[in-house]
């Protein structure tokens, strides 16, 4: 039946797939999530006003909630979550791009077990071959020389460390990042970042200037030369915005909070050399890029051609478990001998093992690859919806790190910023979740966990087109 509907629909439709069809056939169904054999566990525990209004008394009220009304989400399991009435929904964003290999991984939890069952925690002040072998499988993952691994704890430390390291390894004060940054949240981290939503009006950021965001869709330039371009304008800051000896440059390939913004193709390669010529050191920021989530490459810095001088990592690494490092070459690692250097939980046993875990499941089951091809089939779906919905201004990103950004008129490009709350909140009834990015909230971010099947992109973009028609 499917191939004689195909038959009958014009050629220009067949590439929209089973949503085309439905639309010519003139039967909209309401998209199923594909099959799933785990069955949650019956929840007893405190109801969602409960939890809400006990939220509201004993968290912080700066802490932010998706929808309207709140989703309380109580199991998981790989691609999915339950919430406490037992509605499954597909995950789009995986915890903000942390949950990697899958929710509650079955070999990920069979280490983590064996672990606790054996030692929770030392510090580094005594040998344990977890975190030693952790080191040596991350490490040998990166190109180059970058050998040295400190473990912390999440992506604002690391890239805090990370500075601290460059600082004292240059002995150079001023360093350079982009605007529509995000590095985290502690002063320094805060600091790094530009987007005044995650910047509070206090005192941070000594020495840091932020250069144009080499944003082809909504910056100044674009076209093939752009990289190049943008590029000058780093060398232009450092000529005259700094004392001309830099520390660091800090860049994320694909802007996470930001939006899912890419780099332009060339333009690490040009700005490294500048950077460096200044005395400074080049930071990869792979928190969200990392471990094979762009598809084509295992860290995303490798698509622009470069290798730094010091990698930061999060996340998914640890796949939800608080974990993270700054990795670097042996001579940049000796410039923190100049004092001693503690983490009371970095390279925890426990967390170390669910690291490694991360990392084998990654290679078992070819993770990269699965990112490359379903990545690819949901990007070509949201195109589809591209050339479908003009509410849609841009869809960029690669492999399971996209984004899709709503405007009101592509041509002056204004921010569709209810019109996308309508979508979030729609999609997420119809049991996909998101994120939202972007400085005006207007970007949806899908940055699934990395095992997300073609039959959950099918289910999700035909979830993201019925919410479009709805507007």
Known sequence: VHAMLRSQVPRACTALGTSALRSFVGRRTIATLPLCDHQPSAYNGPS?????ETRKKHLSPALVLYYKRPVMMVEGHM??????KGKRYLDGIGGIVTISVGHCHPYVLEKASEQL????????????????????????????????????????EANDMALVMARAYTGNYDAIALRNAYHGMSPTAMGLTALHTWKYPQAHGFGIHHA??????????????????????????????????????FAECIQGVGGAVELPPGYLKEVYPTIRKAGGLCVADEVQTG?????????????????????????????????????????????MKQRIHFNTFGGNPVSCAIGKAVLEVIDKEKLQERCKDVGGYLKAGLCRLYEKHSVI???????????????????????????????????KDLGLVVGKGGLYGNVLRIKPPMCWTKADVDFAVDVLDQACSEL
Not at 215 to 242: I, N
Not at 398 to 405: I, K, P, T
């Open 117 to 156: 069952k054996k030692l929770w925690h030392t510090t580094s002040i005594y040998l344990n071959p977890q975190a030693s072998e952790y080191a040596e499988m991350l490490t040998a993952r990166m190109p180059g020389n970058l050998k040295v691994v400190y473990f912390v704890n999440s992506g604002s």
């Open 393 to 427: 201004g841009h869809v960029r990103g690669q492999g399971m790190m996209l984004g899709v950004e709503f405007v009101k008129d592509r041509t002056t490009k204004e921010p569709a910023i209810e019109e996308t709350a309508c979508v979030f909140e729609r999609i």
């Open 291 to 335: 471990f094979g989530r762009t598809g084509t490459h295992y860290w995303g810095f490798e698509a622009q051609g470069v290798i730094p001088d010091i990698v930061t990592l999060a996340k998914g690494m640890g796949n939800g478990t608080p974990l993270a490092a700054v990795v670097t070459t042996p001579e940049i690692a000796t410039a």
């Open 79 to 84: 691609q999915y979550m339950w919430d406490e």
């Open 48 to 52: 969602l006003e409960e939890v809400w």
């Open 212 to 249: 144009l965001n080499p944003d082809v869709y909504r910056g100044r330039f674009s076209g093939p030369e752009a990289g190049q371009v943008y590029a000058e304008d780093v060398k232009d800051l450092v000529e005259h915005g700094t004392s001309g000896r830099i520390s660091a440059f």
